[in-house]
T-cell receptor, first 112, second 113 residues
Framework: DSGVTQTPKHLITATGQRVTLRCSPR?????VYWYQQSLDQGLQFLIQ???????AKGNILERFSAQQFPDLHSELNLSSLELGDSALYFC???????????FGSGTRLTVV | DQQVKQNSPSLSVQEGRISILNCDYT??????FLWYKKYPAEGPTFLIS?????DKNEDGRFTVFLNKSAKHLSLHIVPSQPGDSAVYFC????????????FGTGTRLQVFP
């Protein structure tokens, strides 16, 4: 257990629907990152939050949004889902340590 | 612009031999580098790191070499074991700020008996 919790582990939904992925960071970590990994490709950075504020944005679609709550957990909202959104979505947290990020085990999203 | 590049998407090595995974970077401000290992359906996990003040860091079977002039680092695994079969990502940061990592695209290592 890395200390970063992602729920749900698996999600199957239809095109056009909306889903919410949840992430609880490791205790004490203020930064939360969201990454997408499609078809065994690299890690595509989506967005970073630090202590409730958006800090950096990557290749995140306008249909996607995220937020970090006062208790530091984060949610990634994906709407108007398309088949191409099927991927593994990873959350990571960081305390700016020598070990970098701690990743959760991911949510596998399948859009049918 | 891909600042961290792993040009070999895959590598196949026989058990017991050496595995060498390569990573190149373009940003001369990068001063801290990390390797992560990822098994299928799991999140990446930290493996080993190196700062720019060193040219080598060793941890058991894993050694990372840094060539700053060539902007190149490599991960050596000796001897390779079947359990090392995974995707390996290198990552880099500026000013030792691991709060912002730039990841490479990954190299899939397969170690066969």
């Amino acid at each position: 257990d890395s200390g970063v919790t992602q729920t749900p582990k698996h999600l199957i939904t239809a095109t056009g629907q909306r889903v919410t992925l949840r992430c609880s960071p490791r205790s004490g970590d203020l930064s939360v990152y969201w990454y997408q990994q499609s078809l065994d490709q690299g890690l595509q950075f989506l967005i970073q939050y630090y202590n409730g504020e958006e800090r950096a944005k990557g290749n995140i679609l306008e249909r996607f949004s995220a937020q970090q709550f006062p208790d530091l957990h984060s949610e990634l909202n994906l709407s108007s889902l398309e088949l191409g959104d099927s991927a593994l979505y990873f959350c990571a947290s960081s305390a700016d340590s020598l070990y970098g990020y701690t990743f959760g085990s991911g949510t596998r999203l399948t859009v049918v | 612009d891909q600042q961290v590049k792993q040009n070999s998407p895959s590598l196949s090595v026989q058990e017991g031999r050496i595995s060498i995974l390569n990573c190149d970077y373009t940003n001369s401000m990068f001063d801290y580098f990390l390797w992560y290992k990822k098994y299928p359906a799991e999140g990446p996990t930290f493996l080993i790191s190196i700062s720019s003040i060193k040219d080598k860091n060793e941890d058991g079977r894993f050694t990372v070499f840094l060539n700053k002039s060539a902007k190149h680092l490599s991960l050596h695994i000796v001897p390779s074991q079947p359990g090392d079969s995974a995707v390996y990502f290198c990552a880099a940061s500026e000013q030792f700020n691991t709060d912002k990592l730039i990841f490479g695209t990954g190299t899939r290592l397969q170690v066969f008996p």
